[in-house]
C-alpha cells in the first residue's frame, strides 16, 4: 500500500474518531432542541427503546405507536427532532465508488433528517421525517406516518382503532420483524448490497402512498389492511424520490397483516403473518401495455425479555416468499418466453442481548435464494438471486436512560461487521470478472445522534 494511501486512511480514522469524542463531550451538555417523543411523554428513550435508542421498540414503545403517538406527560413540548448518521467503511476489496469518494476506507456523513413528530390532542399523531442523504448528496421526503386513532369497547374488550396514512408498506407495523423496522437499524450506501430482495423489502418506500386501517385488542391481537398507489412521477420527483424505481403501482396494490402476541417465559412474543400484491409498470413503461406482478407473503415471529438485573434479550425473524410473473420486463427484453415466471425466498433472523439496555450486541443471519433469470440477473455469472451471510453489531448508548427534558441529547456509537458466504449467485467468482463473495464483507463504524 502506498504511503498516501496509509496516510489518507489514518486522517479519515482520526477524522472519525475527532468526530466521536466531540459528540461525546456534546453529550453532557442540554441541546437546545428536544427529541419529540421522549419530551412529550416525558420517559427515557430505554421506555419505548430497546437499548435506549431507536428504532427497535419495547412493548411500551409499540403501544404508544399504535396509540398514534398521542399519549402526553406535559401539556405542550415542541414538536421537532433532528438526528445525524456518520460512519466509516471498510470492504475486503476496493469497490466502484460513487462520486467524491475514493474506491475504499470511506468517511462520511450517511444522512441528516429532521422531523415533525408528536401526538395532536388524543386521537391524531404523527411521524414525518425529510433526510439529506450524504452520499448521493440530495434531499428527500423520508418517512411518513400520519395517525388517526381511538379507544372503544366492544363486548366488554378494549380495542385501539386506526388509521395510518404512510408512504411504505410495513412502516405502519409495530414490531421490528418487518422490512421497514427490521435490522440494520443503520447502514450506509457506501457499502455493497445484493440486488435481489422481495418487492417489500423497500422497493415501494418512498414512491407509494397508502391508508390502512388497524384494530389492536392491546397485548393480544392486531390487525391490519389497506392499500398503496403511486403517487405522480412529477410529484415523486418534486419530494426527491426516483419514480421509475422500481415503476408505479397499477391501481392499488393490497396489503394485510395480522399478529398474535401473548406473554411467555417471563418476556413478551409475537406471531404473525403479512402480505401484498402488486402488479407494476417496470419503470413507468406503460409501451407494451404489459405488467409485472408480485406477490409477497411471508411469517414473522419475535421475542422480547427484560431481565431482573436490566439486561434485555430480543429475538427477530422472518420468512417472505415472492412469486414474480414479470411479462413486462420480460417483453421489453425481448427475452425468452421462459423468462416471466420466478419467484424469491428471504429469510432474516436476529439476536440481540443488551447489558443493562446500554450496551449491546446484535447477530442477523440472512439467506436470499430464488429462481434463474436471464433478464433480471444478467449480471450476475450464475443468473441467480442467492445471497447468504452474517451481520454483527456491537454498539453503546450512553444516555438512553435519561429522562426527558433533563436530557435533550441521545448518541449511539457502534461497529458492524457483515460477512457474505454467497453474493449475487455465488460464493466464488459472482460477476464473471473474478469477484468473492468476500471481497464484498463490510466493516462499519458509525455514529448515530438524535438531538
Known sequence: MSQDKVQGRRARLIALVGAIVLMLIAGGTPALALPAFAAQTAQPCQMC??????????????????????????????????????????????????????????????????????????????????????????????????????????????????????NNPTLSDPWNTLPAWGFPYTGSSLAPS????????????????????????????????????????TSLRHLGADPSSPG?????????????????????????????DARIHPGLDRSNGLSDRYTDAGVDASYYRALTNGDVVTVNARYVHESQS???????AQADPSC????????????????????????????????????VYAANRTLRPDSTGVRLQIDGTPFGDRAQPSRRLNLRVGLQYTVYTRFDGAAQNFDGQGRKASNNNTLRLFVWTAF
Not at 391508508?211 to 397485548?219: D, E, F, G, K, L
Not at 446500554?358 to 440472512?366: A, E, K, M, Y
Request: proline fraction near 7%; include cysteine.
Open 194 to 233: 445484493p440486488s435481489a430482495s422481495p418487492l417489500l423489502d423497500g422497493a415501494l418506500a418512498q414512491t407509494s402512498l397508502g391508508v390502512t386501517a388497524y384494530a389492536w385488542i392491546p397485548n393480544t391481537a392486531y390487525l391490519e389492511a389497506g392499500a398503496y398507489g403511486s403517487p405522480g412521477a
Open 248 to 276: 408505479d403501482i397499477v391501481g392499488l396494490a393490497p396489503y394485510g397483516r395480522i399478529a398474535y402476541q401473548a406473554n411467555l417465559a417471563g418476556g413478551v412474543a409475537e406471531a404473525g403473518a403479512f402480505v401484498m
Open 49 to 166: 427503546h430497546v437499548g435506549g435508542f431507536g428504532p427497535q421498540l419495547t412493548p411500551y414503545g409499540r403501544a404508544f405507536k399504535m396509540q398514534g403517538y398521542t399519549q402526553r406527560a406535559t401539556p405542550f413540548n415542541v414538536p421537532f427532532s433532528a438526528m445525524a448518521e456518520a460512519s466509516y467503511v471498510n470492504t475486503a476489496k476496493d469497490q466502484p465508488p460513487p462520486p467524491h469518494y475514493a474506491t475504499n476506507n470511506n468517511v462520511t456523513i450517511d444522512q441528516i433528517s429532521l422531523f415533525l413528530a408528536g401526538g395532536l390532542g388524543s386521537h391524531l399523531g404523527a411521524f414525518v421525517q425529510g433526510t439529506y442523504d450524504g452520499v448521493g448528496r440530495s434531499l428527500t421526503w423520508d418517512n411518513l406516518d400520519v395517525r388517526a386513532t381511538t379507544s372503544v369497547k366492544a363486548q366488554g374488550v378494549g380495542l385501539v382503532l386506526g388509521l395510518s396514512l404512510n
Open 340 to 375: 416471466p415466471g420466478d419467484s424469491l425466498d428471504d429469510i432474516r433472523a436476529d439476536l440481540a442481548y443488551y447489558w443493562r439496555n446500554r450496551i449491546g450486541g446484535t447477530v442477523q443471519v440472512f439467506d436470499t435464494t430464488g429462481g434463474a433469470n436471464p433478464v
Open 326 to 332: 414479470l411479462q413486462a420486463t420480460c417483453a421489453l
